[in-house]
């Protein structure tokens, strides 16, 4: 399958640089990292929420870290919670399931992204299969999603209070 079309053409409406890195088959951000032999905390995850009203929300933080959803949801003034795999491949048809590009807008997506992952040079994300991630200079990936909220609302993996995701 290699890069979705819908993540191609909002890149290329963009005029985003990027780079494919092939790997070999993973699931999971945080071991698609380590197959693809990129530093954790350069890897985007996507994780897609719904709020109390059904509007849909793609939390992109790294793959490192859990969303605190309380806390997310308190910055918000939102109740939110995870959506159903199952309804996500209507969501994102041209995308293996558990492959989400953590792009918002190639989705027409509301998208917040956590402030750590804007520290970072370069970015990966997901390129909508289980082989292949986009690369961006973080300089490129900060003007993709300059009109995406950010805020601090994930931690590590082992905190308590935090949802727990692959």
Do not use: W
């Not at 995850?45 to 859990?66: C, F, I, R, T, Y």
């Not at 309804?87 to 917040?112: N, S, W, Y």
């Not at 909220?149 to 082992?158: K, T, V």
């Amino acid at each position: 399958m290699s890069i979705s079309e819908s993540l191609k053409s909002y890149l290329e409406k963009e005029n985003a640089s990027y780079e494919c890195v092939h790997h070999p088959y993973s699931e999971g951000a945080r071991e698609t990292a380590i197959s693809g032999k990129v530093p954790i905390d350069q890897m985007a995850k996507a994780v897609v929420l719904e709020d109390h009203e059904g509007q849909h929300l793609m939390a992109v933080v790294p793959a490192s870290n859990h969303i605190n959803l309380e806390k997310l949801g308190n910055n918000l003034h939102r109740d939110l919670h995870l959506v159903e795999e199952d309804k996500l491949q209507d969501m994102f048809r041209d995308c293996a399931p558990g492959a989400i590009p953590a792009l918002g807008h190639a989705f027409h997506m509301e998208t917040v992204v956590d402030d750590q992952l804007l520290e970072q040079d370069p970015v990966y994300i997901e390129a909508g299969d289980h082989q292949d991630l986009v690369q961006v200079r973080g300089e490129t990936f900060r003007q993709l999603v300059s009109e995406y909220p950010h805020m601090a609302f994930s931690g590590p993996r082992d905190a308590a209070s935090f949802y727990t995701s692959p």
